[in-house]
T-cell receptor, first 110, second 113 residues
Framework: KNEVEQSPQNLTAQEGEFITINCSYSVGISALHWLQQHPGGGIVSLFMLSSGKKKHGRLIATINIQEKHSSLHITASHPRDSAVYICAVLSGGGADGLTFGKGTHLIIQP | KAGVTQTPRYLIKTRGQQVTLSCSPISGHRSVSWYQQTPGQGLQFLFEYFSETQRNKGNFPGRFSGRQFSNSRSEMNVSTLELGDSALYLC????????????FGPGTRLTVT
């Protein structure tokens, strides 16, 4: 079973700062998802990637398959970015479904 | 397109009862996955359905079951409820198998008393 570790668990930053959230996993994967969860529970899928780098607006996700590591970056952070960010991986042909990290609770102060 | 919908949004049940939760995927999506979220365990995979067949199942007891209908709508059932079943239950749909990008519903918050 894949073990997914996220760091940091909690992060408070000032508006405008560059944010990095890290995710490491123990077993080879077929895909990695970055999810955003706001208070109240709604989850939005930000990225799904299996190699390289993806960018959407101020968000950038990278993955290093050899290192078994992924990062989520937020440029020019804004208070509306405050949320829990969750890394999830798909491995073993999907037999175990998605395995999730514990999440990173991000607060951006104005 | 309408998003993923889940009903009911909130539910209070008593220990020993059973409950059925419903999920309607995005139109055209054939895969539905169910997840349980608790403060202690975080998000955990329950099961995935594709074309009315259970494709994968997580490590949950047999009290947790589900099914998918021909229109891709899915239900999950929990029998003999325990206090520890109190959680947010989320479903997500994708075009094909769970390898594809998943679109999450708002969740059903179940409280067992």
């Amino acid at each position: 079973k894949n073990e997914v570790e996220q760091s940091p668990q909690n992060l408070t930053a000032q508006e405008g700062e560059f944010i990095t959230i890290n995710c490491s996993y123990s077993v080879g994967i077929s895909a990695l998802h970055w999810l955003q969860q706001h208070p109240g529970g709604g989850i939005v899928s930000l990225f799904m990637l299996s190699s390289g780098k993806k960018k959407h607006g101020r968000l950038i996700a990278t993955i290093n398959i050899q290192e078994k590591h992924s990062s989520l970056h937020i440029t020019a952070s804004h208070p509306r970015d405050s949320a829990v960010y969750i890394c999830a991986v798909l491995s073993g042909g999907g037999a175990d479904g998605l395995t999730f990290g514990k999440g990173t609770h991000l607060i951006i102060q104005p | 397109k309408a998003g993923v919908t889940q009903t009911p949004r909130y539910l209070i049940k008593t220990r020993g009862q059973q409950v059925t939760l419903s999920c309607s995927p995005i139109s055209g999506h054939r895969s539905v996955s169910w997840y349980q979220q608790t403060p202690g365990q975080g998000l955990q995979f329950l099961f995935e359905y594709f074309s009315e067949t259970q494709r994968n199942k997580g490590n949950f007891p047999g009290r947790f079951s589900g099914r998918q209908f021909s229109n891709s709508r899915s239900e999950m059932n929990v029998s003999t409820l325990e206090l520890g079943d109190s959680a947010l239950y989320l479903c997500a749909s994708s075009e094909s198998t769970a390898d594809y990008e998943q679109y999450f519903g708002p969740g059903t918050r179940l409280t067992v008393t």
